[in-house]
Antibody, heavy 115, light 106 residues
Framework: QVQLKESGPGLVQPSQTLSLTCTVS????????VSWIRQPPGKGLEWMGV???????DYNSAIKSRLSFSRDTSKSQVFLKMNSLQSEDTAKYFC?????????WGQGVMVTVSS | IMLTQSPATLSVSAGESISLSCRAS??????LHWYQQKPNESPRFLIK???QSISGTPSRFSGSGSGTDFTLNINGVEPEDFSVYFC?????????FGSGTKLEIK
């Protein structure tokens, strides 16, 4: 059974860096890609980027300069870091798989940017 | 690529058959996928590549279209179908989603 689960702080101060973890079970990260998608409250979905099975990454150009993904295959975890957070970054953050359409989703983690 | 979904909200009674529209700003072939999202839940994958059903998707859901115009059909809406529906394209990077259609009870 495939499961993805996001974790991280619920509150981040403006201008600070967000760090999130996606823990994956039932899927090998060396054979499958993981994407990050976010959803502001009451709004639509924004694809943020993907970390490929070979560890390479691709990002949405709209937020590329602030974003980085990494992973620890031994722990089956994928990491998101995004800097210079502003109020517009308040959203629920999901990890999902695979890469061009998303059969598997985590439950999401709500992140609020506020002082 | 921008995806425009219409209507934004659709009010129907259970048992009705409906069509939801997703229009792409340029030709995306059949690289269009549909999701259902209930409040406080993650999206659920319904249809891939415009018309291919996903294992577990009820047979009342079907998709059609190619190029720029796509439709999600529900043949006889059930009470559990009242949710928000999103389309998503995978023809071009970055992947994009439509703004959603909320299906609500009349």
């Amino acid at each position: 059974q495939v499961q993805l689960k996001e974790s991280g702080p619920g509150l981040v101060q403006p201008s600070q860096t967000l760090s999130l973890t996606c823990t994956v079970s039932g899927l090998s990260l060396t054979s499958n890609s993981v994407s990050w998608i976010r959803q502001p409250p009451g709004k639509g979905l924004e694809w943020m980027g993907v970390i490929w099975s070979n560890g390479g990454t691709d990002y949405n150009s709209a937020i590329k300069s602030r974003l980085s993904f990494s992973r620890d295959t031994s722990k089956s975890q994928v990491f998101l870091k995004m800097n210079s957070l502003q109020s517009e970054d308040t959203a629920k953050y999901f990890c999902a798989s695979p890469y061009n359409n998303f059969k598997y989703w985590g439950q999401g983690v709500m992140v609020t940017v506020s002082s | 690529i921008m995806l425009t979904q219409s209507p934004a909200t659709l009010s129907v009674s259970a048992g009705e058959s409906i069509s939801l529209s997703c229009r792409a700003s340029q030709n995306i072939s059949t690289n269009l996928h549909w999701y259902q999202q209930k409040p406080n839940e993650s999206p659920r994958f319904l249809i891939k590549y415009a018309s291919q059903s996903i294992s577990g998707t009820p047979s009342r859901f079907s998709g059609s279209g190619s190029g720029t115009d796509f439709t999600l059909n529900i043949n006889g809406v059930e009470p559990e179908d009242f949710s928000v529906y999103f389309c998503q394209q995978s023809n071009n990077w970055p992947l994009t989603f439509g703004s959603g259609t909320k299906l609500e009870i009349k």
